[in-house]
């Protein structure tokens, strides 16, 4: 069998299945990006920076000055000891579960982490224990079992998103900090569709609650509602160390641009201020959300990401097209990004997204969804 004729076959079961991608380019009104703010539709300053690229790792001629302000500017914003960029929030996650978690230890991991964290896990290599949704009580049942088996230099940790992407709803992150503590187990948050949105200054879910100094370390995309490209991780000074010596993600790879660490100074002096697009954010969606009630539609979530599942893959990308036709960017997420038999319409809101438009988008979700 040639290897052209395996990926045909696989392709064309994915047909089969109703579970075939392809690259749509952006067309009509953006409803499905994370771009939460709308900052990326605004143009950068003028930026003196040099347009080469690092054209090295950062522990070699990558690391540019300005990526140490950036970092210094991102640990100030968090109230945190250290910040350490990387290239994508993917690799972020990845390296920094691989890096901290040893193949000896156990991980509890909600069932709607993202893709990234479940790699970074598989690679750690350690004992794997995957809670239900948000439940509480599957994560303590598992965390005791976990505390009570534990073996000598065994580390116990959890994994959560804070605000799901493709959920829309929140981790409660304050009863899996009090649960971690109980069992002396370590929680690591990904903040990725939270960060610029949350708090009074932006900075994420973890902040807001006041959890900083109880978690070991949060990750941040700056893909999302910052627009930039790259991510972070924030952690303890030590952590960072730890990192910058260990973490095969950020060794073995080619550190971003310098003038890509001059958008960030200048998105973070942004966000930080913004507040007027994270209320106009909040506003809408509750707008939104209130809209698809009175029309009938019940999604799920609380927040800006407003999913409408509809089961069926098919069902779903049906919907998908009839809504891109009126001019909504809106795409179907089927499995294996979200379970199967939850296919669904994933509609991302944003701040500068005009109210009546959304009037109008929840009665024509209301109609390709009955
Ligand atoms: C929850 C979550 N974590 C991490 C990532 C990866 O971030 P990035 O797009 O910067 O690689 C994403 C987005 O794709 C995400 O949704």
Same mark, same amino acid.
């Given at each position: ?31 499905? &990006? ?5 900052? =990326? ?23 540019? &000055?300005?990526?140490?302000? /950036? ?79 534990? =073996?000598?230099?065994?580390?116990? *940790? ?5 605000? *799901? ?11 899996? /900090? ?19 949105? *949350? ?88 707008? *939104?959300?209130?809209?698809? &009630? ?43 990004? /979200?379970?199967?038999? =939850?296919?669904?319409?994933?509609? &991302? ?18 109609? /390709?969804?009955?």
């Amino acid at each position: 069998m040639s290897l052209s004729f395996r990926w045909q076959t696989l392709l064309d079961e994915l047909r089969t299945e109703g579970r075939y991608r392809d690259l749509a380019p952006a067309a009509g009104i953006d409803l499905c &990006s994370n771009d939460y703010l709308g900052y =990326s539709r605004q143009p950068h300053l003028e930026s003196d920076v040099l347009s080469h690229s690092g054209a090295a790792s950062r522990l070699l001629r990558g690391h540019d &000055s300005l990526w140490e302000e /950036v970092e210094t500017e991102l640990a100030r914003w968090h109230s945190a000891e250290a910040a350490l960029v990387m290239t994508s929030g993917y690799v972020a996650n990845e390296g920094l579960l691989a890096t901290v978690i040893d193949k000896n230890d156990w991980v509890a991991s909600d069932r709607a982490n993202h893709a990234s964290i479940i790699d970074g896990l598989r690679l750690s290599k350690a004992t794997r224990y995957i809670y239900l949704h948000n439940d509480l009580n599957c994560l303590e049942r598992g965390l005791r079992a976990a505390h009570e088996r534990r =073996s000598a230099g065994q580390e116990l *940790f959890i994994v959560t998103e804070s605000l *799901f992407g493709m959920e829309g709803d929140t981790a409660p992150l304050r009863e899996i /900090v009090a649960l971690a503590e109980r069992y002396h187990a370590h929680v690591i948050v990904d903040e990725a569709h939270a960060t610029g949105c *949350f708090g009074a200054a932006g900075s994420g879910l973890v902040d807001h609650l006041g959890l900083r100094s109880r978690i070991l370390a949060t990750v941040h995309t700056g893909g999302k509602a910052l627009a930039v490209p790259g991510a972070y991780v924030v952690c303890s000074r030590l952590l960072k160390e730890y990192l910058v010596n260990r973490c095969r993600h950020l060794i073995y790879t080619t550190a971003l641009p310098p003038q890509v660490a001059a958008w960030w100074l200048e998105t973070l002096a942004r966000v930080q201020a913004d507040n007027v697009a994270r209320e106009r954010l909040h506003a809408n969606a509750q707008e *939104f959300r209130a809209a698809l &009630s009175r029309v009938g539609v019940a999604p799920r979530g609380e927040n800006y990401i407003v999913p409408i599942v509809l089961g069926d893959d098919a069902r779903a990308v049906a919907a998908a097209n009839r809504l891109q036709a009126l001019g909504y960017d809106i795409r179907a997420i089927r499995p294996p990004t /979200v379970p199967p038999g =939850s296919a669904r319409l994933r509609i &991302s809101i944003h701040a500068d997204h005009a109210p009546e438009m959304l009037q109008a988008v929840a009665a024509a979700v209301a109609d /390709v969804s009955s």
